[in-house]
């Protein structure tokens, strides 16, 4: 897979929904937030009190690239 690195507001699912500049920054400085908080690999919600968990496929983990670990998303462009 192909991804292209967003800024978290920049991203097209963000970016349509046609925020106010100071709503997007305040949402900006709110994921900055959680991934000084956490990381990018940190756990961010409790687990479930009941149910099963989903599996992932380790494959889809990505690493982000210097300079893009906080405030920054993947998003995939292409699957082979």
Do not use: C
């Not at 149910?51 to 690493?63: F, M, T």
């Amino acid at each position: 897979m192909d991804y292209v690195w967003y800024k978290f507001t920049e991203q097209p699912a963000i970016a349509r929904l046609g925020l106010a500049p100071a709503v997007l920054a305040q949402l900006q400085t709110f994921i900055e937030t959680l991934h000084d908080a956490t990381g990018t690999t940190g756990v961010t919600f409790a687990a479930p009190s009941s149910g099963a968990l989903v599996a992932l496929d380790a494959a889809l983990i990505v690493s982000p690239p210097a300079g893009l670990t906080r405030g920054y998303v993947p998003i995939v462009i292409r699957q082979q």
